[in-house]
């Protein structure tokens, strides 16, 4: 969570005693507006808000998903709430003034933000992979290793992994691609207790979800967390979103047991459709085109089911 000197999407929202400081592919993030100059080294409070907006390829497309925002932000707490092994970035979003008790977030983006503290955030992506798919799988046709760990022959697009992997990655500053790194990069840039701390809490962490998510019907074949220390204590704590569709891959359990192609058993909860759908009407040059109606109502329809068969099983 650092600040940009770019300009924000149309689509973020100007809020009454909060400032922007930060706007990316889909969150927004504001401190409270003081007398000082506010940003997000001096704030001791954050307000991440989630928006419709949809990437893929690095662009942001139009239209958005509509209620994406929202459902990602339910999720998000959620899982927040469920995974008490370890301290997390949400402070209350209300306050008793008086006999009153107040909101601290603004109505026009309640349901959508989430109110938090500040951290120094560690520049990992903490990444874990419990199956072969994605870059992974291309990757394994060319040296039967993930990120340079290497994995046993013979497995297929979508095989769950021997053992869950932690793969991490290096956020790259604005404007550049984040990339993989070995555990041994990690150890360099943070040292190698911190190092070991975010390995082990990311492969604990996704153990516990993927037990919550089966019990739904749902496999969890990856994810990625983030971690900050806490500015007083040290302490390091989960931050960010956490198990969303954008930041995991969901798959229906059912399906990929049963499925017959690649396409049928990893169908998943996220924004696939949306990459499907621009891989076969964009050649990457350019502005990508706008996307159908029926893509967008797919893919929101696809965020919806899996809140509601996570949450209600």
């Not at 300009?7 to 005693?17: F, K, Y």
């Not at 949400?90 to 008790?101: I, K, N, P, Q, R």
């Not at 503290?117 to 394994?140: A, F, H, N, Q």
Request: aromatic share 8%.
């Amino acid at each position: 969570m650092s600040q940009s000197d770019q300009q924000p999407p149309a689509s973020v929202a100007a809020l009454d005693g909060w400032t922007l400081v930060y706007s990316g592919k889909v969150r927004d993030l504001y401190v409270e507006t003081t007398d000082a100059a506010p940003s997000l080294t001096s704030a001791s409070r954050v307000l991440v808000v989630a928006s419709d907006r949809v990437s893929a390829f690095d662009h942001v497309l139009e239209p958005g998903i509509p209620g994406k925002g929202e459902l990602l932000t339910t999720l998000s707490l959620w899982w927040f709430d469920l995974l008490t092994g370890i301290p997390d970035h949400l402070v209350a979003d209300h306050e008793l003034v008086g006999s009153t008790v107040r909101a601290l977030i603004p109505a026009s983006v309640a349901g959508r933000a989430m109110l938090c503290r500040t951290l120094d955030m560690y520049p990992i992506e903490c990444v874990v992979r419990g199956y072969l798919t994605g870059s992974g799988w291309k990757e394994y046709l060319h040296s039967q290793s993930v990120c340079g760990i290497m994995l046993p022959a013979g497995l297929q697009n979508g095989d769950r992994l021997p053992e869950p992997i932690y793969t991490p990655a290096w956020k790259a500053p604005m404007g550049q691609h984040d990339e993989n790194i070995s555990f041994e990069r990690t150890v360099e840039l943070v040292g190698p207790v911190i190092a070991a701390e975010l390995r082990d809490l990311s492969l604990a962490l996704f153990q516990t979800a993927g037990t919550i998510a089966e019990k739904a019907g749902v496999i969890l074949a990856d994810t990625k967390f983030e971690f900050g220390a806490d500015r007083q204590t040290g302490v390091t704590v989960l931050a960010d979103e956490v198990l969303t569709s954008d930041s995991s891959r969901y798959w229906d359990a059912k399906a990929w047991h049963t499925g017959t192609t690649a396409e049928t058993r990893m169908a998943s909860f996220d924004k696939q459709i949306v990459r499907n759908w621009l891989s076969a009407h964009w050649d990457g040059a350019g502005t990508p085109p706008a996307l159908p109606t029926e893509i967008v109502e797919q893919t929101a329809a696809r965020y919806r089911e899996l809140l509601q068969r996570l949450t209600s099983a």
